[in-house]
């Protein structure tokens, strides 16, 4: 049982340049989210998806966009990467509320640095 | 104003002190959960408690509804226990709002 597992762990793009962000989970979890953590800001959620085939926009989405694959897979795409981009990325998923707890299982986060 | 307010933001301790977070909050539903993260690691989920009390090993975490209000304990210290760590409300829908953290520092 991985949980929720994250690639890649680290990127350096150069500014324009674009890529995708892979996240799984093997928990059966229908919430995921994906969330950029900035020093002294805290996690910022960027979009989320309630369940397979839905997904909404989070506290700051602009420039992102996101892919519910399936079930287990939750991409984030960053199409022309900017340096206010530069942050640690981290994915995260929840059991459905209706089976309570909330929990969050977080992965381990990449690092991207936009130059 | 933030709706998840974490003391101390910074916290320097002795090893084998017992130290106390605090997380008061004005938003979400009846739940809390508490997060760890070692500098440069990922993040960890401790607790996420309703009500009462929990404890694992030397942390214990404390809730009051009533009051919006909850404590994360450590007992004796260690410099492994050196990180920040993280209170989170869910809301209503699918979303959590999270404070900005408390670093601690536990010296040998």
């Known amino acids: 049982n991985a949980g929720v597992t994250q690639t890649p762990k680290f990127q350096v793009l150069k500014t324009g340049q674009s890529m995708t962000l892979q996240c799984a989970q093997d928990?059966?979890?229908?919430?995921m989210y994906w969330y950029r953590q900035d020093p002294g800001m805290g996690l910022r959620l960027i979009y989320y998806?309630?369940?397979?085939?839905?997904?909404d926009k989070g506290e700051v989405p602009n420039g992102y966009n996101v892919s519910r694959l399936n079930k287990r897979e939750f991409s984030l795409r960053l199409e022309s990467a900017a340096p206010s981009q530069t942050s640690v990325y981290f994915c995260?998923?929840?059991?459905?509320?209706?089976?309570?707890?909330?929990?969050?299982?977080f992965g381990p986060g990449t690092r991207l640095t936009v130059t | 104003k933030n709706e998840v307010e974490q003391s101390p933001q910074n916290l320097t301790a002795q090893e084998g002190e017992f130290i106390t977070i605090n997380c008061s909050y004005s938003?979400?539903?009846?739940?809390l959960h508490w997060l760890q993260q070692h500098p440069g690691g990922g993040i960890v989920s401790l607790f996420m408690?309703?009500?009462g009390k929990k404890k694992h090993g030397r942390l214990i975490a404390t809730i009051n509804i009533q009051e919006k209000h909850s404590s994360l304990h450590i007992t004796a210290s260690h410099p492994r226990d050196s990180a920040v760590y993280i209170c989170?409300?869910?809301?209503?829908?699918?979303?959590?709002?999270f404070g900005t953290g408390t670093s601690l520092t536990v010296i040998p």
């Open positions: 408690l309703s009500s």
């Open positions: 938003v979400g539903i009846s739940a």
């Open positions: 928990m059966n979890h229908n919430s």
């Open positions: 989170a409300v869910p809301n209503t829908g699918n979303q959590f709002y």
């Open positions: 998806s309630a369940s397979e085939g839905t997904t």
């Open positions: 995260a998923s929840r059991a459905n509320l209706a089976f309570g707890p909330y929990e969050q299982y």
